[in-house]
């Protein structure tokens, strides 16, 4: 079966400071990944998607950056935080031309 | 573009009490509509989903949800709430892109 890793459960990390939160699927091949944000009181928003190696589409321009070394593995970075990165990130994958996701356990970023 | 919107924030209702909440999209096509449970600090849960047919869909943990093309929504019910139920629900659609867009979600809280 399928299964979805998201690591670490929660950060605390200084303003200024780098960020990378990894994903990682197991079971599939070649799914559509995801990064979405939620902030604290609000709903999720797209961060970013992918639909093979090396291909991400950003859905809003940001501090953060997303890249896809290999198949299944997603990682959402930044070279300098603020204080605005805060919030709940989520991972997702799905598979090619299907509608239905499912989410890792998400990572909690709090930037002092 | 396509939008959900959920019209309720918070939610409070009595155990054993009925429940609705309410979600609205806006989709040229006939959506792909969904609904998800997170629980606190947690990934997100599908509890159930619509892609055509049947416009009176059944879901996980006793939900069920009804889509009226007339109305553009697609609330979710459940006739008696568990204590077990508080979380916080997302209506969601898929857009043209096969990326799900979510409305900012309905807190439900369970009185005793």
């Known amino acids: 079966s399928q299964t979805i890793h998201q690591w670490p459960a929660t950060l605390v990390q200084p303003v200024g400071s780098p960020l990378s939160l990894e994903c990682t699927v197991e079971g599939t091949s070649n799914p559509n990944l995801y990064w979405y944000r939620q902030a604290a009181g609000r709903g999720l928003q797209l961060l970013f998607y992918?639909?093979?190696?090396?291909?991400i589409s950003s859905e809003v321009p940001q501090n953060l950056s997303a890249s896809r070394p290999q198949d299944r593995q997603f990682i959402l970075s930044s070279k300098k935080l603020l204080l605005s990165d805060s919030g709940f990130y989520l991972c997702?994958?799905?598979?090619?031309?299907?509608?239905?996701?499912?989410f890792g356990q998400g990572t909690r970023l709090t930037v002092v | 573009a396509q939008s959900v919107t959920q019209p309720d924030i918070h939610i409070t209702v009595s155990e054993g009490a009925s429940l609705e909440l309410r979600c609205n999209y806006s989709y040229g096509a006939t959506p792909y509509l969904f609904w998800y449970v997170q629980s606190p600090g947690q990934g997100l849960q599908l509890l159930l989903k619509?892609?055509?047919?049947?416009?009176l869909v059944q879901g996980i943990k006793g939900f069920e949800a009804e889509f009226k093309r007339s109305q553009s929504s697609f609330n979710l019910r459940k006739p008696s709430v568990h204590w077990s139920d508080a979380a916080e629900y997302f209506c969601a659609v898929v857009d043209s892109s096969y990326k799900l867009i979510f409305g900012s979600g309905t807190r439900l809280l369970v009185r005793p």
């Open positions: 619509y892609f055509s047919g049947d416009t």
């Open positions: 997702a994958w799905s598979e090619q031309g299907s509608t239905e996701a499912f």
């Open positions: 992918s639909v093979g190696i090396g291909q």
